[in-house]
């Protein structure tokens, strides 16, 4: 399972990001996706996930700025980040859980957001 992820970057505060994660390596449907975020000398922590079913779940720190959505006939997870602030700075990865095994992680290598003028 190899887990592709794009988008990060530096902007400045009140700028937008685009995330994606492309998901390939499986035969089995995809169940959960997810981003998650780690600062520096922080733990790792939810951002925002989607079930299959498209029901989505966010952290009460992005609710109303981040937007999740997944792309399921291209195995692909995206999240939107708009009004991004200096605390959204972070290396953001995403998660994917599969069908089958249900309750095994994948994640994605990472991407670095930065924010800061």
């Known amino acids: 399972v190899q887990l592709v992820e794009s988008g990060g970057g530096l902007v400045q505060p009140g700028g937008s990001l685009r995330l994606s994660c492309a998901a390939s390596?499986?035969?089995?449907?995809?169940?959960?996706m997810g981003w998650y975020r780690q600062a520096p000398g922080k733990q790792r922590e939810l951002v925002a996930d989607i079930t299959s079913g498209g029901n989505t779940n966010y952290a009460d720190s992005v609710k109303g700025r981040f937007t999740i959505s997944r792309d399921n006939a291209k195995s692909t997870v995206f999240l939107q980040m708009n009004s991004l602030k200096p605390e959204d700075t972070a290396v953001y990865y995403c998660?994917?859980?599969?069908?089958?095994?249900?309750?095994?992680?994948?994640w994605g290598q990472g991407t670095q957001v930065t924010v800061s003028s």
């Open positions: 390596g499986s035969i089995f449907r995809i169940e959960a």
């Open positions: 998660k994917v859980n599969f069908e089958v095994p249900l309750n095994v992680d994948y």
